[in-house]
């Protein structure tokens, strides 16, 4: 028997960078992130014949730093980044290190928290200022590579232009050519 049930839940999530000091550098100096889904923990009984009343949607949190190691951006940096995850009781890590070389992106990377899962190599390209795109490969190291050889990723990312400021705007209109 499967029935039809609502609950009520939400997500919610922050995001800070530092930008770079140059206007012809696309990497940014330093990004740190943070993102909980299922804040909540809707239970699911009575769903997908589930008779448990422990089935729930476990809390997803998810966290990201990253910064600029070295490099002048406009032609090459080197950024490592760390992700996190954890869903209930399960934890996972990545760090990675992607080399900018413009407008190419070519990282390595290692997935694993208590034992090793898989590692990671990325490719992409910036097609324009605001487009990314890249493909990402995981090649397993845990148990699951007898059933998977890995797993295979296409990343296209889009950067909306910035439409709010943090700061005041600057009024003086001698120094700003912002303002008329």
Do not use: C
């Not at 990545?94 to 390595?108: E, K, R």
């Not at 490969?137 to 232009?161: K, M």
């Amino acid at each position: 028997q499967t029935g039809n049930k609502s609950a009520f839940d939400f997500g919610a999530g922050a995001y800070f960078s530092l930008p770079s000091r140059s206007q012809y550098d696309n990497v940014e100096r330093f990004y740190a992130g943070l993102f909980v889904d299922h804040i909540l923990e809707p239970k699911l009984d009575g769903l997908y014949n589930s008779n448990s009343d422990d089935a729930k949607l476990y809390r997803n949190i998810s966290a990201m730093v990253g910064f600029k190691a070295f490099g002048d951006g406009k032609d090459i940096a080197l950024v490592p980044n760390l992700n996190f995850r954890m869903q209930g009781p399960q934890m996972q890590a990545d760090l990675i290190a992607n080399l900018h070389v413009s407008p190419m992106v070519f990282g390595l990377g290692y997935r694993g928290l208590t034992n090793a899962d898989a590692l990671i190599g990325v490719m992409g390209f910036h097609a324009s200022q605001r487009l990314f795109v890249a493909y990402s490969y995981d090649y397993t190291l845990s148990e699951l590579g007898v059933a998977t050889s890995g797993s295979h990723d296409i990343i296209i990312q889009y950067t909306w232009p910035r439409v709010t400021r943090i700061l005041p705007p600057n009024l003086d209109v001698k120094h700003n050519p912002d303002v008329r």
